[in-house]
């Protein structure tokens, strides 16, 4: 068990794409990571706990980080773990709902409350990941959709409610990232032709931000950054 004297982040969806790419980012820059996510691990390294939990099991989560925390505290929250399965108004079923709505709305709350009970006397940050779907809607993605916008709206409620306890919150909005779960939904070669840049971002390119936004968010709090290439403008 690693000492827990460095700063520490707990990392969700740290098993792929983005959520991998902060927990890496975070451990190259000195930082002790919680690793959480419903597929165990993808590190391995002194400084990592790996915690394997489902995001929609508040107990679990809690069971988990407290497990992983012992007497520590954390100094950041990087909520990555997320779904993003089509819907349209007419395929839709309650299951499917059910399942957006709880991984993605319910799983952020989870989240943040066990990380705010954890979080360091002197404060924190955290970042949590929405979508630009939340603001410019594709095809396909209605309840994704609404499920981040859920979030972007989460963000800023809570950038109110933790604000005297020291902790900033803001959320990130990638466009496409070239990620596992993007490559599964089989749209990034189609996706990248309406972005200005002409590119998918790199999972690091996120994590970048990621970092400056838990490590120095200044005065930065209740926002939510779009890292889009440009077609959120389109
Ligand atoms: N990839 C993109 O282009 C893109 C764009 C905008 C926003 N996002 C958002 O960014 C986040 C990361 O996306 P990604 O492409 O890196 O994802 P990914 O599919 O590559 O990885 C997501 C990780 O989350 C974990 N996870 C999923 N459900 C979970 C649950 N219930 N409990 C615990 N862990 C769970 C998975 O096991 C996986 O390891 C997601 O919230 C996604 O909605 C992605």
Known sequence: MPSFSLPTVLVTGAASGMGQACATHFLDQGWRVIA????????????LVAVTAD??????VREGVDGALGDGSLDAL????????????MDFDRERYQRIF???VLGTLNL???????????????????????FAVSRNQLLY??????????AKSLAIELADQGIVVNAIAPGWVDT?????????????????????????EIAEWAWRLCHAPGYVSGET????GGVIVR
Do not use: W, Y
């Open 145 to 154: 959709s609404a499920s981040k916008a859920a979030v972007v709206s989460i």
């Open 78 to 89: 990087v909520h990555a773990a997320g779904i993003f399965p089509t819907s349209n108004l």
């Open 180 to 204: 596992p779960g993007t490559r599964a939904g089989g749209r990034l070669e189609a996706g990248i032709q309406a972005v200005p840049l002409k590119r998918a971002a790199q999972p690091e």
């Open 112 to 134: 943040c409350r066990v990380a705010t009970r954890r979080m360091s006397p002197a404060g924190g940050a955290m970042l949590l990941f929405a979508s630009v779907d939340a």
């Open 225 to 228: 950054l779009c890292v889009s």
């Open 36 to 47: 959480l996510d419903a597929a165990g691990s993808a590190h391995e390294h002194p400084n």
């Open 55 to 60: 995001i929609r099991d508040e107990d679990a």
């Open 102 to 104: 709880d991984v993605n």
